[in-house]
């Protein structure tokens, strides 16, 4: 058997988007207010995840909101030649920093959330936006610089990330503008004819409906993993006649293709690994024998 095309097309649909769009204003009026304790501070906030990338489904709960320091910023010289390493090197350090980014964040979150506000000992603040509303979690984060090349600070090139502690109080960098860039071009008509997205959507619907019928247990496969993994199939095999030709493809190609090597969406970081931000193979390798489960098992 396999999974008909009408499942398929009801599974890559877009969930709401009305309710992420509201917590994400709420967010940015507490921290733009005139008496915000922000004020004067350069910084930016955006959106990254599911509710960014469009690739949101039903089932998606919380909006992930980032709110980046640009006063202050981390880097990673390890692609510099010694003497442009030097010359960033020489440049002192701020009297700000992180810790204090994080304290003035949640003073301000504070003055408009209250004890809607949630600081937890996690990286990011859980914030109840309103009520009716969805919730959203804060991530207070420092700009990140990977360069690439040095001269001044008016003469440098960079991959931009940001920088955020976890939970183990370990530094954590991450690309999210790369991963939305990136997922961006990979759905344009020229690379998969506006599939990727839907096709994303379509298998953490898919996911959702494996583990419902035991296929596959709870947890093994969060999105952000399920995203990157899909990122790193080659675009030929998102131009099927139909999305059940696409599901056919990519789990076929993730069958019979090595997977250990794969990158995050965001092009800089490594999928699989043993750090508390990457996936393992093994849980992988399950997750698409699932999928494979699933669409052998249909009925």
């Not at 190609?253 to 970081?269: D, T, V, W």
Request: proline share 4%; net charge positive.
């Amino acid at each position: 058997m396999y999974i008909p095309e009408d499942q398929l097309k009801t599974w890559s649909n877009q969930g709401g988007t009305a309710n992420s769009i509201t917590a994400h204003n709420s967010i940015r009026h507490a921290l733009e207010a005139n008496d915000s304790p922000l004020k004067g501070k350069a910084f930016e906030i955006f959106l990254q995840g599911s509710y960014r990338n469009s690739t949101n489904i039903r089932a998606d709960s919380d909006v992930d909101v980032v709110v980046q320091s640009n006063d202050v910023f981390y880097g990673n010289v390890s692609r510099l030649p010694p003497d442009q390493k030097a010359a960033q090197q020489s440049i002192g350090a701020g009297s700000y920093n992180a810790p204090q980014w994080r304290v003035d964040v949640e003073k301000a979150l504070r003055k408009k959330f209250g004890t809607a506000l949630n600081a937890g000992s996690g990286k990011a603040f859980h914030v109840v936006t309103g009520p009716g509303n969805m919730t959203a979690d804060v991530l207070p984060a420092i700009r990140f610089k990977n360069y690439t090349f040095f001269q001044s600070l008016n003469n440098e090139g960079y991959d931009e990330g940001l920088q955020f502690v976890d939970t183990a109080g370990n530094a954590v960098v991450n690309y999210p503008k790369l991963h939305i860039k990136n997922g961006e071009a990979k759905n344009s008509l020229l690379q998969t004819n506006g599939r990727y997205k839907p096709t994303v959507r379509m298998f953490k619907n898919a996911r959702n409906y494996a583990i419902e019928r035991n296929l596959l247990p709870k947890g093994i496969a969060p999105s952000y993993f399920v995203e990157c993994l899909l990122f790193n199939v080659l675009d030929v095999h998102y131009r099927g006649a139909g999305l059940r030709e696409t599901y056919f493809n990519i789990v076929k190609y993730l069958m019979e293709n090595p997977i250990g090597a794969f990158m995050c969406q965001n092009g800089q970081l490594a999928l699989f690994g043993t750090a508390s931000t990457q996936w393992n193979t093994t849980d992988a390798s399950v997750f698409i024998r699932g999928l494979t489960n699933l669409w052998d098992r249909w009925e």
